[in-house]
């Protein structure tokens, strides 16, 4: 029987995986068994009960968990690399809503996320949470053709009522709600691998009538919700004249009810917490989803990730496309690397950099415990993979798996992933 075929097989090659933060398990020539689209664990020889499922021979591949992009905006994958001499705000009014304005025509959203979802399936991600725009017609579409590329993705209408162009804003709080009431009332069920997330875009472009509305709805459907935090020093300046009455930026989600707690959350960003505000994203078992290409990119500043790490904060990589140009969690873990030391360098000598084990966590298991068990090949974790072909990537000498992955991170491409798996279903063969 082809294994790819059955919903029960084992590949066999050189595996890698996460148990932790810092511990990466290596099983060079291991067995990963696959039931019913979860793993059963990885062995370094196969053991009997298993022998009579279908071998994918693997060996010398390397076998990794799919990648986890926590952010992402998908009408911002047609203009990546543009506007890259700007800072945040600028690059907002000159490049992004502009471009996400022709969203209202259902035939350029067509064209524009067919390109996303084949460089979504191409590439090493498995899980993408997503922001569409205002558009409920051309959400909808995105929603539909995720679905059919089997990666399983959250996609969220974007909500704005106020501080942008009249050509993308929401005309009133009211109807931004009602919008948003039904995109919600026909995704729910629709879908095998998409859902929805609640996603007001930041504080500065959403009233606090229509805050008040989403935590309704947020109520009504039970659905999770993503947004911006603490991106720019400009942002968070902007949100302390909005909401003179709140603490900070996370007091300001908080004090409408839309600050983790009871409803699963990825903030974006968070370059410029408080004290405070790590306390509550803490408290309130609030995701960060930490973007270093667009932090970097965007003149926005290196996020404090080993203090927040330390403060046992979640968090997962994310492309932020299009403030980040590269859509592959690979990149987001050479860059939160990179990033890293250089905060070390020139912020805080206390703040260690990631060891390559710790960014290889953040964008698998770290990213990946938003959707549940997903991240990691321990037995009982949602079965997403990756078979990466890295013969053609040059080495005079021997090296350990551990030391392949580091190359791969740092300089592979969807060229060299040859298959991959989401809940035990071959969407790349
Ligand atoms: N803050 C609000 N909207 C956006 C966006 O589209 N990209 C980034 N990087 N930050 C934002
Ligand atoms: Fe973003």
């Not at 060996?59 to 047609?78: E, N, T, Y």
């Not at 025509?105 to 991600?125: E, F, K, Q, S």
Request: glycine residues 8%; charged residues 20%.
């Amino acid at each position: 029987m082809n294994g790819k075929k059955s919903d029960n097989f084992v590949i066999h090659g050189d595996i890698c995986y996460s148990l932790d933060q810092n511990t990466l398990r290596c099983v060079e020539g291991g067995y990963l068994v696959c039931k019913d689209g979860k793993s059963q664990g990885v062995y370094p020889s196969l053991p009997d009960w298993y022998m009579n499922l279908p071998l994918l021979d693997h060996s010398d591949r390397l076998i990794l968990p799919g990648l986890v992009d926590l952010h992402m905006h998908a009408p911002q994958f047609a203009f990546r690399g543009l506007g890259m001499d700007l800072e945040l705000l600028e690059w907002l009014e000159a490049y992004t809503f502009p471009e996400e304005s022709k969203y209202r025509n259902l035939g350029y959203a067509r064209n524009a996320y067919a390109a996303v979802a084949r460089d979504l399936v191409n590439g090493p991600n498995t899980r993408v949470c997503m922001y569409a725009t205002v558009h409920l017609p051309a959400t909808r579409l995105l929603m539909d053709m995720m679905e059919t590329t089997g990666l399983v993705c959250m996609v969220g209408k974007v909500n704005m009522d106020r501080n942008n162009p009249p050509y993308l804003c929401e005309s009133s709080a009211a109807l931004s709600a009602e919008h948003t009431h039904m995109w919600l009332a026909a995704s729910a069920g629709r879908y095998k691998n998409v859902s929805a997330i609640l996603t007001p875009r930041f504080i500065p472009v959403c009233s606090d009538e229509l805050m008040g509305m989403l935590q309704k709805l947020q109520k009504e459907f039970n659905v999770p919700l993503q947004s911006h935090l603490c991106e720019s020093r400009a942002e968070v300046e902007w949100v302390r004249k909005l909401c003179p009455n709140s603490k900070n930026y996370a007091d300001a989600y908080d004090s409408f009810g839309l600050f983790g707690g009871d409803v699963p959350t990825i903030m974006a960003h968070c370059v410029w917490p408080e004290e405070d505000e790590i306390a509550l994203i803490r408290e309130k078992n609030v995701y960060i989803a930490h973007c270093p290409q667009s932090n970097a990119n965007l003149t926005s500043g290196v996020a404090p990730v080993r203090r927040l790490l330390n403060n046992d904060v979640q968090i997962g990589l994310g492309s932020d496309v299009a403030g980040g140009c590269h859509t592959s969690i690979f990149r987001a873990m050479a860059d939160a690397i990179q990033t890293s030391k250089l905060r070390h360098l020139l912020v805080d000598r206390s703040e260690a950099p990631l060891s390559i084990a710790e960014a290889f966590y953040l964008g698998t298991l770290g990213g990946g415990s938003f959707f549940g068990n997903v991240g990691s090949f321990a037995a009982g974790y949602e079965f997403d993979a990756i078979i990466i072909d890295d013969t053609s990537i040059y080495a005079p000498f021997p090296l350990t798996v551990e030391e392949r992955l580091a190359r791969v991170m740092h300089f592979s491409d969807d060229r060299h992933i040859q298959e991959k798996y989401v809940r035990g279903k071959c969407v790349k063969c």
